[in-house]
């Protein structure tokens, strides 16, 4: 059983920075993908931005796309989600994700195993 736990959520205001962070546990995640969904209040989830197991490609929305940086350490199992120049529209709740490679699969939705997620509030 695969585990994915998110945290460095929290509430935050506009034009700040958040990192999120999520680690993995339970099984090897030699190559597999790691990515970032949110979901807001009313709204189906969307995806974020991913990493390719090496880390040599990356992917993002393009709402978030300059703003928002994805990275992984494969040593502690962890990826991160850089967030700078938060926007209300931010605000969600943001899921860790992970799938087989290729990366792209997770922009299309493609995911294996969740995490339980952690809440981001942008405040204007």
């Known amino acids: 059983q695969v585990q994915l736990v998110e945290s460095g959520g929290g509430l935050v205001q506009a034009g700040g920075s958040l990192r999120l962070s999520c680690a993995a546990s339970?099984?090897?995640?030699?190559?597999?993908?790691m990515g970032w969904f949110r979901q807001a209040p009313g709204k189906e989830r969307e995806f974020v931005a991913a990493?390719?197991?090496?880390?040599?490609?990356?992917y993002y929305a393009a709402s978030v796309k300059g703003r928002f940086t994805i990275s992984r350490d494969n040593a502690k199992i962890t990826v991160y989600l850089q967030m700078s120049s938060l926007k209300p529209e931010d605000t969600a709740v943001y899921y860790c994700?992970?799938?087989?490679?290729?990366?792209?699969?997770?922009?299309?939705?493609?995911?294996?195993?969740w995490g339980q997620g952690t809440q981001v509030t942008v405040s204007s």
């Open positions: 994700a992970a799938h087989p490679e290729p990366a792209h699969l997770l922009v299309q939705n493609f995911v294996t195993s």
């Open positions: 339970g099984r090897t995640f030699s190559n597999y993908a």
């Open positions: 990493i390719s197991w090496s880390g040599g490609a990356t």
